[in-house]
């Protein structure tokens, strides 16, 4: 076991390192991508210093470790960009409160409004075209309202 860690070299953490980051896009989950980077690093530094196999251990695992706090860091600075934009992919959550004027009157329960370049499909009370309605709820494509 002892002489196959001493043959450790640049390659065979260039490979690893490879592998692991190959590994990553056939199951995701951020992992491996991290380990990757480690061994990566590891066989960088081997083409400079040339360090025996217990330090190349001892700088993989410090490596790793410290993948972890960084991996953390930038996850959490992804979800701040998605608390800037509250309605990022839920559109019709930003329409409620507003009023637009019905397109189409709502008969028996049903009718149309266009809100910039789109017509949305409207529930509420019946109400004649050209009226100004309130959005009170969206669900979904779907938004209820109720006269302004």
């Known amino acids: 076991m002892t002489e196959m860690f001493s043959t450790l070299g640049t390659w065979n953490w260039l490979i690893f390192g490879v592998i692991l980051m190959a590994l990553e896009l056939v199951a995701p989950g951020v992992f491996l991508f ?13 083409f400079v210093i040339n360090p025996s196999w217990q330090l190349q251990m ?7 470790a410290a993948a972890v706090p960084l991996w953390r860091r930038l996850a ?12 990022l ?11 637009f004027t019905l397109e189409k009157p709502i008969i028996d329960g049903s009718g149309t409004v266009r809100i910039d370049d789109t ?9 004649p075209a050209g009226s100004r309605v309130r959005i009170v709820q969206a669900d979904g494509a779907s938004l209820t309202v109720a006269a302004a």
């Open 34 to 46: 991290w380990l990757g980077l480690a061994a990566l690093l590891v066989g960088l530094l081997s």
């Open 58 to 64: 001892l700088m993989f695992a410090i490596f790793a």
């Open 119 to 127: 017509i949305w499909r409207v529930a509420g009370p019946d109400t």
């Open 89 to 99: 992919n839920r559109r019709a959550d930003a329409l409620v409160g507003r009023v």
């Open 76 to 87: 959490r600075s992804n979800t701040a960009v998605s608390e800037s934009n509250p309605f």
